[in-house]
């Protein structure tokens, strides 16, 4: 068998230390704070989710973090968890499923023990897996107990039709019934490559110390092969339109079309455009007219696959849809005033450093920005890029982007298909 | 304590409904009950600094209460404002209109003549802005770079002090109201609750429904408004906190500077004392049915302790007692959740000034209904016993306090909202000793707290169904036998 290569040289940018041990890319940010928190990432995702395997990867983690580990069974793992007063989480999501623990500064170091024991030596009990099961099928069901949660299942099914995003990361009940425990410990010994591994630590340690754990615990970790591959482009040639009747006092209604990815140039001008639209829609349907209390454009852009939408809640759907399409048409035929544009970089930012306040906010960002969008220099650059963007970027976001609308209403409205959102 | 928030059916949460303005962007006759405590009047203004919180107090010539928090993580600021107002200050003549309020909030002002001008400056500020309506709070609060500090604390003191209520905003927002309600009452959830809190608060329903009635928001009046504003927009039934990049001292002078103008008025709680919650008759079962349920809901609602000196011991031992029981490895959630019976469950104690609910929440698949009720009432059984917990439960529940106050304050924006909520329902001083006072509940604390507000009083035992459990056999009459209340065994 070779020998390994040398794990190179750490990189420093600003307060954040980048390197790789045992092919991890490992990534700290000493901050001085009280907490830290410490994030497992598994790249994959969605792009081995099928329509028979969807869910696997949810139980999976989530029967992983709650059912204890080889060393600790689960009684005892969740009482040094309480002692530590750690918490330690996983969720599975498109791009990758994140394990986590967050601890107090000096209990860090154990409880990044017990979060690789977690991932690499699960107990996975039947008791618990039949707990997980359950709650995760009574979460499946509870899709469809709020209109809200029906109107993003649907309009998530309509708009990645034939995707990998288009089966839920939730599952189904008919494939979550039936993962057995096996199957478990398959998926979870599969996903053990430090090819797929990434971590990030924010808090009150510093990038030598984060390096020891990582050698200790994941040093005898296989390298494996795993290479990320492009996923599709979500493309739609025709708007489309469907309906759900439910006897409730106002309709739901989302129009979804596809966003540029974050390698594209006109990645930034989306997200201002967005929110543009967001506050435009704001001022004309609801403050204006009242013809809704929640009008908004929504932009999926932390994921692999963006995707922007028109969501709005209202009984009269035909007048309510006309305002907002209305909007987008000027979006795209004028351009939007400096002073307009100025004031939608300035919330940005602060919406940006918003979610940067906590240790496990900043090492999200982090992650997102090198796992996602490719680069963890993008937690700069991605703010200057937003300020460079111009009203004429804008509008051609708009003129390129938001066509093809695909549209689902969920309510009791007779819906005019010829106010939504076509070519 | 703020109830846990529900994973499995977060909905649930809508018993202790706080409603948001912007969402996405919402008095007068009384009986007698204990007024809210209230800090006495002062000319001086007084400063403290609290250590162990890093909080920084003061209070302004015309009452204001001053927070402040500093954390120079990040470059931002967030200002909030607080009144105790909302749903307990609310007769059914007013129900809803102190949310309404909150929504007129951003709109015209004597500086701003429109919600257009209002939205085009929050803008220019980079701010992120939102507000809240809840039973004994209504809060509104900015964040924005710390280079905006100043134009952002005036922006707040120009909505605050000068709302102008036109009219024609005031028609138009009603509307906007209005579908926020359609879109609450198209949740199973919210109106499972709404049904549970018109039986536990029989008498006065109104005074703990943030959301109020539609007949009453679709016909307030600006006179309405002005006497809400009248009532309880005065300093000294506010607090304002400031959290961030921000030097508290400078953070004092310009309070003292911005809101020199606005004066003093009466104790609202004085002259409109809060109404007496009357003590439950009996107990009442509803079973509700809605096609979209995604299992068997049930809960449990008694009458808990008021914020009040006589009855402060008993919150401290509820929210130590409720600690203890969400640990997994708890007795509790051991032989409830994890022997399979249920798939969720949890009891808790809302921190609220005039009476707070107890509410033991849980959730099963179908066909673990009754299993799953049948081991509840075992375990509230249990519950009443003096040595149900431990000592060292208690101690190791403050301990998990201690590390979850850590946690909020690690985020400078959302924990301002706490300090507001816990300063309309407890007050500062409250919040800055809770943890050790609940760190010295005694296990019969504990047992006192079930005996005087649990043990053998009515409470109401509502569950949520769907059509085909109840073609199952999932019954009222089932419901009430699996509890024990007699019916169809």
Same mark, same amino acid.
């Given at each position: 068998?070779?020998?390994?290569?040398?794990?190179?040289?750490?990189?420093?940018?600003?307060?954040?230390?980048?390197?790789?041990?045992?092919?991890?890319?490992?990534?700290?940010?000493?901050?001085?704070?009280?907490?830290?928190?410490?994030?497992?990432?598994?790249?994959?995702?969605?792009?081995?989710?099928?329509?028979?395997?969807?869910?696997?990867?949810?139980?999976?983690?989530?029967?992983?973090?709650?059912?204890?580990?080889?060393?600790?069974?689960?009684?005892?793992?969740?009482?040094?968890?309480?002692?530590?007063?750690?918490?330690?989480?996983?969720?599975?999501?498109?791009?990758?499923?994140?394990?986590?623990?967050?601890?107090?500064?000096?209990?860090?170091?154990?409880?990044?023990?017990?979060?690789?024991?977690?991932?690499?030596?699960?107990?996975?009990?039947?008791?618990?897996?039949?707990?997980?099961?359950?709650?995760?099928?009574?979460?499946?069901?509870?899709?469809?107990?709020?209109?809200?949660?029906?109107?993003?299942?649907?309009?998530?099914?309509?708009?990645?039709?034939?995707?990998?995003?288009?089966?839920?990361?939730?599952?189904?009940?008919?494939?979550?019934?039936?993962?057995?425990?096996?199957?478990?410990?398959?998926?979870?010994?599969?996903?053990?490559?430090?090819?797929?591994?990434?971590?990030?630590?924010?808090?009150?340690?510093?990038?030598?110390?984060?390096?020891?754990?990582?050698?200790?615990?994941?040093?005898?970790?296989?390298?494996?092969?795993?290479?990320?591959?492009?996923?599709?482009?979500?493309?739609?040639?025709?708007?489309?339109?469907?309906?759900?009747?439910?006897?409730?006092?106002?309709?739901?209604?989302?129009?979804?079309?596809?966003?540029?990815?974050?390698?594209?140039?006109?990645?930034?001008?989306?997200?201002?455009?967005?929110?543009?639209?967001?506050?435009?829609?704001?001022?004309?349907?609801?403050?204006?007219?009242?013809?809704?209390?929640?009008?908004?454009?929504?932009?999926?852009?932390?994921?692999?696959?963006?995707?922007?939408?028109?969501?709005?809640?209202?009984?009269?759907?035909?007048?309510?849809?006309?305002?907002?399409?209305?909007?987008?048409?000027?979006?795209?035929?004028?351009?939007?005033?400096?002073?307009?544009?100025?004031?939608?970089?300035?919330?940005?930012?602060?919406?940006?450093?918003?979610?940067?306040?906590?240790?496990?906010?900043?090492?999200?960002?982090?992650?997102?920005?090198?796992?996602?969008?490719?680069?963890?220099?993008?937690?700069?650059?991605?703010?200057?890029?937003?300020?460079?963007?111009?009203?004429?970027?804008?509008?051609?976001?708009?003129?390129?982007?938001?066509?093809?609308?695909?549209?689902?209403?969920?309510?009791?409205?007779?819906?005019?298909?010829?106010?939504?959102?076509?070519? | 304590?703020?109830?846990?928030?529900?994973?499995?059916?977060?909905?649930?949460?809508?018993?202790?409904?706080?409603?948001?303005?912007?969402?996405?962007?919402?008095?007068?006759?009384?009986?007698?009950?204990?007024?809210?405590?209230?800090?006495?009047?002062?000319?001086?203004?007084?400063?403290?600094?609290?250590?162990?919180?890093?909080?920084?107090?003061?209070?302004?010539?015309?009452?204001?209460?001053?927070?402040?928090?500093?954390?120079?993580?990040?470059?931002?600021?967030?200002?909030?404002?607080?009144?105790?107002?909302?749903?307990?200050?609310?007769?059914?003549?007013?129900?809803?209109?102190?949310?309404?309020?909150?929504?007129?909030?951003?709109?015209?002002?004597?500086?701003?003549?429109?919600?257009?001008?209002?939205?085009?400056?929050?803008?220019?500020?980079?701010?992120?802005?939102?507000?809240?309506?809840?039973?004994?709070?209504?809060?509104?609060?900015?964040?924005?770079?710390?280079?905006?500090?100043?134009?952002?604390?005036?922006? !707040?003191?120009? =909505?605050?002090? /000068? *709302?102008? @209520?036109?009219?024609?905003?005031?028609?138009? #927002? &009603?509307?906007?109201?209005?579908?926020? !309600?359609?879109? =609450?009452?198209? /949740? *199973?959830? @919210?109106?499972?609750?709404?049904?549970?809190? #018109? &039986?536990?608060?029989?008498?006065?329903?109104?005074?703990?429904?943030?959301?109020?009635?539609?007949?009453?928001?679709?016909?307030?009046?600006?006179?309405?408004?002005?006497?809400?504003?009248?009532?309880?927009?005065?300093?000294?039934?506010?607090?304002?906190?400031?959290?961030?990049?921000?030097?508290?001292?400078?953070?004092?002078?310009?309070?003292?500077?911005?809101?020199?103008?606005?004066?003093?008025?009466?104790?609202?709680?004085?002259?409109?004392?809060?109404?007496?919650?009357?003590?439950?008759?009996?107990?009442?079962?509803?079973?509700?049915?809605?096609?979209?349920?995604?299992?068997?809901?049930?809960?449990?609602?008694?009458?808990?302790?008021?914020?009040?000196?006589?009855?402060?011991?008993?919150?401290?031992?509820?929210?130590?007692?409720?600690?203890?029981?969400?640990?997994?490895?708890?007795?509790?959630?051991?032989?409830?959740?994890?022997?399979?019976?249920?798939?969720?469950?949890?009891?808790?104690?809302?921190?609220?000034?005039?009476?707070?609910?107890?509410?033991?929440?849980?959730?099963?698949?179908?066909?673990?209904?009754?299993?799953?009720?049948?081991?509840?009432?075992?375990?509230?059984?249990?519950?009443?016993?003096?040595?149900?917990?431990?000592?060292?439960?208690?101690?190791?529940?403050?301990?998990?306090?201690?590390?979850?106050?850590?946690?909020?304050?690690?985020?400078?924006?959302?924990?301002?909202?706490?300090?507001?909520?816990?300063?309309?329902?407890?007050?500062?001083?409250?919040?800055?000793?809770?943890?050790?006072?609940?760190?010295?509940?005694?296990?019969?604390?504990?047992?006192?707290?079930?005996?005087?507000?649990?043990?053998?009083?009515?409470?109401?035992?509502?569950?949520?169904?769907?059509?085909?459990?109840?073609?199952?056999?999932?019954?009222?009459?089932?419901?009430?036998?699996?509890?024990?209340?007699?019916?169809?065994?």
């Amino acid at each position: 068998m070779p020998e390994a290569p040398p794990d190179p040289e750490p990189v420093v940018d600003g307060d954040l230390t980048v390197g790789s041990i045992n092919g991890i890319d490992v990534m700290v940010k000493q901050v001085e704070a009280e907490l830290g928190t410490m994030q497992l990432y598994v790249r994959g995702g969605a792009r081995f989710r099928t329509a028979e395997n969807a869910g696997l990867d949810s139980l999976s983690v989530r029967a992983a973090v709650t059912g204890g580990t080889q060393k600790l069974d689960k009684d005892d793992f969740d009482k040094e968890l309480f002692e530590l007063g750690t918490e330690v989480g996983a969720t599975a999501l498109n791009a990758y499923s994140m394990f986590y623990a967050k601890a107090l500064r000096k209990n860090m170091a154990r409880s990044f023990e017990l979060l690789a024991d977690v991932f690499l030596r699960p107990a996975l009990p039947a008791k618990e897996l039949e707990l997980q099961r359950a709650r995760l099928l009574t979460q499946i069901k509870s899709l469809t107990s709020s209109p809200d949660g029906q109107l993003a299942e649907q309009s998530r099914r309509l708009f990645y039709a034939g995707h990998p995003y288009e089966h839920a990361a939730s599952g189904t009940e008919l494939t979550v019934s039936r993962f057995t425990r096996e199957d478990l410990v398959e998926h979870m010994a599969s996903l053990q490559n430090t090819s797929r591994l990434a971590i990030v630590v924010v808090g009150p340690v510093d990038y030598a110390t984060v390096a020891g754990w990582v050698k200790t615990h994941f040093g005898a970790v296989p390298r494996g092969s795993y290479e990320p591959s492009a996923l599709p482009v979500v493309s739609h040639e025709t708007p489309q339109l469907r309906t759900t009747t439910l006897q409730i006092p106002t309709n739901f209604v989302e129009s979804s079309f596809s966003t540029p990815g974050w390698q594209d140039d006109d990645f930034a001008a989306s997200i201002l455009a967005l929110r543009l639209l967001r506050n435009r829609l704001f001022d004309e349907v609801r403050t204006r007219r009242s013809l809704s209390y929640a009008p908004t454009a929504r932009h999926v852009w932390t994921s692999e696959v963006t995707r922007g939408a028109l969501y709005v809640s209202a009984i009269k759907v035909n007048e309510t849809m006309k305002v907002m399409v209305d909007e987008v048409e000027k979006l795209k035929t004028e351009l939007v005033g400096e002073v307009e544009l100025r004031g939608a970089k300035s919330v940005f930012i602060t919406s940006t450093l918003m979610s940067n306040e906590s240790t496990d906010g900043q090492a999200s960002f982090i992650a997102m920005c090198a796992l996602v969008g490719g680069d963890h220099r993008l937690r700069h650059e991605l703010p200057e890029r937003i300020k460079a963007v111009t009203s004429e970027q804008v509008r051609a976001f708009a003129r390129k982007y938001m066509t093809n609308m695909q549209t689902i209403v969920v309510g009791s409205a007779e819906v005019d298909p010829s106010v939504f959102p076509s070519k | 304590m703020k109830l846990r928030p529900w994973s499995l059916v977060g909905a649930l949460t809508a018993l202790t409904v706080v409603v948001p303005a912007l969402g996405l962007a919402p008095p007068d006759e009384g009986g007698a009950t204990t007024p809210p405590t209230k800090p006495a009047p002062t000319a001086a203004t007084q400063r403290a600094a609290d250590a162990p919180l890093a909080l920084a107090r003061h209070t302004a010539a015309n009452g204001l209460e001053v927070v402040v928090f500093e954390n120079h993580a990040v470059p931002l600021v967030t200002i909030e404002i607080a009144f105790r107002n909302g749903a307990m200050t609310e007769p059914p003549n007013f129900s809803g209109v102190s949310h309404l309020y909150e929504h007129m909030f951003f709109k015209a002002n004597a500086k701003y003549p429109s919600q257009e001008a209002y939205m085009a400056r929050a803008n220019a500020l980079g701010i992120v802005f939102n507000g809240t309506t809840g039973t004994e709070r209504v809060n509104y609060f900015f964040t924005t770079t710390s280079e905006h500090l100043d134009d952002a604390m005036e922006f !707040m003191r120009d =909505a605050i002090t /000068s *709302p102008t @209520f036109d009219p024609g905003e005031l028609d138009r #927002e &009603r509307k906007v109201v209005i579908g926020e !309600m359609d879109r =609450a009452e198209s /949740s *199973p959830f @919210f109106l499972f609750s709404r049904e549970l809190d #018109e &039986r536990l608060w029989y008498k006065h329903p109104s005074r703990k429904d943030s959301l109020g009635s539609r007949k009453t928001v679709g016909s307030a009046t600006v006179q309405m408004l002005r006497t809400i504003q009248q009532r309880y927009y005065v300093p000294n039934n506010g607090l304002l906190v400031v959290t961030g990049d921000v030097k508290a001292q400078s953070i004092f002078d310009q309070v003292d500077r911005l809101y020199a103008d606005w004066k003093r008025g009466p104790d609202p709680f004085q002259k409109f004392p809060l109404i007496e919650h009357p003590p439950l008759k009996k107990t009442e079962v509803v079973v509700m049915e809605n096609e979209r349920v995604p299992a068997f809901v049930g809960q449990l609602s008694w009458h808990g302790p008021s914020l009040r000196a006589e009855e402060l011991g008993a919150t401290y031992a509820a929210d130590g007692f409720a600690t203890v029981l969400a640990e997994a490895s708890s007795p509790f959630q051991q032989r409830l959740v994890e022997s399979g019976h249920c798939l969720q469950a949890s009891f808790g104690w809302y921190t609220q000034r005039n009476v707070g609910p107890i509410n033991l929440s849980f959730a099963a698949a179908p066909n673990k209904a009754e299993a799953c009720t049948k081991a509840i009432m075992a375990e509230l059984g249990r519950m009443t016993a003096p040595d149900y917990v431990s000592r060292k439960n208690l101690v190791d529940a403050a301990h998990r306090l201690k590390i979850d106050k850590v946690k909020e304050r690690e985020r400078p924006s959302e924990y301002a909202h706490l300090l507001t909520f816990w300063w309309a329902s407890a007050d500062i001083d409250y919040y800055r000793t809770y943890v050790e006072k609940v760190g010295a509940v005694q296990p019969k604390d504990v047992a006192d707290f079930m005996q005087t507000y649990v043990t053998d009083k009515p409470f109401v035992l509502g569950a949520l169904i769907t059509p085909e459990m109840k073609a199952a056999g999932i019954t009222e009459e089932k419901v009430r036998s699996w509890a024990g209340l007699g019916g169809d065994s």
